[in-house]
């Protein structure tokens, strides 16, 4: 018999010791994710759910709760995680069957409907009652080093790079909220060029947000030319891995090869500082990013996101 505590949003120190110890946790599972989050969102607040079984496992279920009339509109609603991140479950063990059951028990009992995006580093999958389907993310293992990164680049992405070089550019990180002006004004050239096709806009508050709260877990990358920001890259950091997190280019300037140098600047300083993964993220069905990822070696990982609607009353998850 499964006992089990239920902590209705978990203390700070018991998440962030518990995150600690998850390899598998992501930048997107910590306090300070959620902490940005609500920071920037008015219509967001801190929902995730924490559970310590009578064997002395710990869990936590980071979940952000999204009000009515919120930035993603529509009734009461659970997302694990959000702005394309990584949700579900962490904990200091690995839970059995009958222990996630439990949890997914007590979520769906919730009333509320329930979005998670799963971590595709972790085995934890989704139970029947959610709805579900495959995506993918495209990544590259660091811990070979340089070499072993350069050599699986296609002879397009190695051309690429030397095609920046040739043309000037240069990779640097943005350290004060000034420079974030230039950031704002490649995405907004990026959102008109992309029009009905813009499936989430971020809000500069976001950026912002995470600049000035995020420390090492957060590091903001532009490619100028002549001093002129021509590609932006914002990026996250935990737990040995790198997540992508927004992107963006001039359009005039792809002859440049911007894109090509930010990630491998940011590969050379994930592998300098002892990261395992870089991890590009999902490309949204969208052909072009998934070619430009596979050219620069990034092999798949699939993951899945589910959604259970609530409807009263549920059938047990077994």
Not at 158 to 178: C, F, P, W, Y
Not at 233 to 258: I, Q, R, S
Not at 266 to 271: E, L, Q
Not at 272 to 280: E, I, L, P, V
Request: proline fraction near 3%; charge should be positive.
């Amino acid at each position: 018999m499964v006992i089990m505590e239920i902590l209705d949003w978990p203390d700070i120190p018991f998440w962030k010791d518990l995150v600690s110890r998850d390899a598998t946790s992501t930048f997107y599972h910590t306090p300070l994710w959620h902490e940005i989050v609500v920071k920037t969102f008015k219509n967001y607040r801190n929902a995730s759910k924490g559970f310590v079984f009578s064997d002395g496992t710990r869990a936590v279920f980071p979940f952000i709760q999204v009000k009515p009339g919120g930035f993603w509109g529509g009734s009461r609603r659970l997302k694990s995680s959000i702005c394309g991140g990584y949700g579900g479950i962490i904990s200091d063990r690995i839970l059995s069957a009958e222990q996630q059951a439990h949890i997914y028990n007590y979520i769906t009992s919730i009333k509320a409907s329930i979005a998670i995006e799963c971590n595709p580093f972790a085995a934890y999958t989704l139970p029947d009652p959610f709805s579900r389907k495959r995506d993918f993310v495209h990544f590259i293992a660091l811990e070979k080093g340089e070499d072993s990164v350069y050599k699986k680049l296609s002879r397009g992405a190695k051309r690429s790079l030397n095609r920046a070089d040739e043309k000037g550019v240069v990779v640097r990180r943005i350290q004060t909220q000034d420079e974030l002006k230039s950031y704002f004004k490649v995405y907004r050239s990026n959102l008109k060029r992309w029009g009905d096709a813009t499936r989430v806009t971020f809000p500069e508050k976001l950026f912002k947000t995470m600049l000035h709260n995020g420390g090492d877990a957060v590091k903001i990358w532009v490619a100028e030319k002549e001093h002129k920001v021509i590609a932006v890259l914002t990026l996250v950091y935990w737990n040995g891995m790198v997540h992508g997190f927004h992107a963006a280019a001039l359009k005039e300037y792809f002859d440049c090869c911007p894109n090509n140098i930010l990630h491998m600047e940011a590969i050379r300083d994930a592998i300098k500082n002892n990261y395992r993964y870089y991890d590009f993220g999902a490309s949204g069905e969208m052909e072009g990013v998934i070619r430009f990822k596979e050219s620069m070696g990034a092999e798949r990982r699939e993951f899945t996101a589910g959604h259970w609607k609530f409807r009263g009353a549920k059938k047990r998850i077994s």
